[in-house]
Every structure is written in C-alpha cells, then in structure tokens.
C-alpha cells in the first residue's frame, strides 16, 4: 500500500477542543534504516507492527505495511527497539472531508507538535483550518524515526 501523508506544525493548541478522539501512542523502531523502517507501537490498548519505505523524493509517498499485533507481543518488542522511545498523546480532527491527527510529543521531544493528513492523491485539495502552521512534509528531521534518534529537544 503506498501512503499519501503531508506534514505541518502546529502553532496554536485549539485542535484540542475540536478533538474527536485522543490516543496514548508509544512506539520504537526494531530498525532505522533511511530505505526502510520497522516500527512498534502501542497505541491505547492495541499493538501494531509497520515496515515503512524511502519516501519518494517530495517525501509525501511512500510505501507502508501494517499490521495489528497483541499488546503483549508489542510491549515485548519495544524492548528490542534501538534506542529512543517515542511517547506523544495524538489528537484526531475531522476538518472538511479530511481528518488531521495531532501528535503532541512528551519526553525528549516534548514541545514538537505535528498534524498529518493522508490523502488519496498528491495533489488532493484540502481545508487548512487557522491551527496549522508551516509544512514540513519531506524534512526528515520530523519523522518519528530520526526523532528517536534525534530528538527536538537537542535541536538548537
């Protein structure tokens, strides 16, 4: 399946009152390699397990496979994560036809919060309701697994 995700930071917190939906997600990666990453993650009371590839050159495509997995299995391979285990509280928005998802990040990326909107096709219209701000879609700096390893609060 190929996934069609665009990035943006967040600059104001009223997606919080327009939340549907808020989620405890904490995830690691068994593997960051930049041509694939395989990824962990609890997510409320559900494990899943996603082998993501290279994203294509504008970092909006790329393939993505998932799979739910038990809780137990998962909390037993995020003991085999590389290092940097992600914690964030994710946010879902309805916004027009679309829904937005709103990671606010706790731990060593406390501060970074990021909305993704996948979308059906690269050039899908879409509503940018007045919290989003820049878009970061292609800066590896904002993908979780450069975040594990390199985390927001060292950047300078």
Known sequence: MIEIERKFL??????KV????????????LNTHKERTVRVRLKGDKGFLTVKGQSTNDGVS?????????KTDAESLLQ????????????EVKVGQHIFE???FSGDNEGLVVAEIELSSENETFEKPDWLGDEVTGDIR??????????YRQWS
């Open 18 to 29: 327009q939340a549907f939906k808020q989620t405890v997600i904490i995830q690691g990666f």
């Open 80 to 91: 085999l994560c590389e290092p940097g285990i992600i914690s964030k509280v994710r946010f």
């Open 102 to 104: 709103i990671d606010e």
């Open 62 to 70: 790329r393939f993505e496979w998932e799979k739910e997995i038990s």
């Open 10 to 15: 967040v600059q104001s917190s009223d997606y």
């Open 142 to 151: 904002y993908y979780n697994s450069q975040l594990s390893s390199y985390p």
